[in-house]
């Protein structure tokens, strides 16, 4: 279980990273990482670390597609993390 915990909060932090950096590529005026990679990263256990980048970061908060779909993942991954607690 413990292994689980620590593999959920690396996502975490790569999504977190992931979305930092956007911010700061989007302010150098660089290239930036695709919406679609954001939006995977958060999908993929990241959403809690994604959902805060976003308002530690003031990033991607416009966006409807990710004002949606980031809580809804952080939804289902707390739910998926509880009945797997409970599973084991």
Known sequence: MRYLIFVIIML???????????KFLAIKGKCRIKEKYLITS???????????????????THKIMFNTFIP????????????LYNCI
Request: proline fraction near 0%; hydrophobic fraction near 70%; aromatic fraction near 16%.
């Open 12 to 22: 975490n932090m790569i999504a977190m990273v992931l979305f930092g950096l956007d």
């Open 72 to 83: 809804l993942f952080c939804i289902i991954q707390v739910v998926s993390i509880i009945m």
């Open 42 to 60: 958060a999908l993929f256990f990241g959403a809690i670390g994604a959902y805060l980048a976003m308002y530690l970061f003031h990033h991607k």
